[in-house]
């Protein structure tokens, strides 16, 4: 079983150190080829020398399961770039910040099984040499295209698995790999409502932060609750109109509880913006939008955070 991962972001290569601690096989797919080592500390504090040119994948149809740890804007063209050199058996696992892109990707492989993740396992990358484990999260996954015979996710729905062993992996299973590496893991039946979920924290947390300028931990501040209800009470209605359980209370909630775990981070929308590059606006407040203009919901504070965001980008 061999796993790839396409790019090095903070996600992509928190997963290639979770691989190398569990012994298992790995390879990179790089726009470039890249020639250095990359010092990744793990969450215990312990230091990881990982030379990435070794790792880099010789050929992109060298893999059995490819994850896609990038932004929601570069997947389409990695499965482009990968589409030729694939075979209807890989598994392809999509794990990103906001929704929109799991129709192309369907209709880009629509022989291979298509898993999408959201995880909320954080690392940092001060820069393309470093990476910092941040937090220990958790993972929810589900098949949305062409899940494999056997359902082995299904029966181990809510299973929970404590954390990597630095055992080496008896991998049968793309399942099993992805329940080792993002673990504690839970597979749902339906993913979509996981990822709307995951939509609106990142629909308050991404664009406050990157407007304002500040840490996750200030939107704890007064200042922001109107603001944070508002957006909240517009997501839960576009949710709720296409049968996606969630009040505007437990949305609020559930942005507050993700507030504090992440305090002292920025989140990715804000480093986007301070490093100019493209942020994932259009996947975020840009898809509740485009949704909630589908069924006739006005959402005022999601249609300015878009405009803010991109004036700033
Ligand atoms: O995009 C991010 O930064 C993260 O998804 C989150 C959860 C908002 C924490 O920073």
Redesign the pocket.
Known sequence: MKVAIVGNGAIGNLLVLKCIKVHQEVGVVLRQQRNFTLNATDIAGQSHQIDINSIALASLCDFDMLILPVKAYQIVDALRQVKPYIGPTQTIVLLH?GMGVIEDAKMLLPNNPLIAATT?H?AYKPDNHRLIETGLGSCQLGYVLNPPNNALHIKRENEQKSEVKADVLQTVTCDQVLDTLLAPCSWQQNIEQALWD?LA??AV??PL?AVNKIK?GQLLEATYQIMIKDICAETAAVMNALSFVGSKEQLYQKVLD??QA?SE???????DIAHNRPS?IDYINGYICREAEKLAIDVPLNTALVSQIKALA
């Open positions: 910040n909320s954080a995951k924290i990142n947390i991404n932060t996750n993700v507030a992440t981070n920025y989140s990715s929308m804000y480093q994932e």
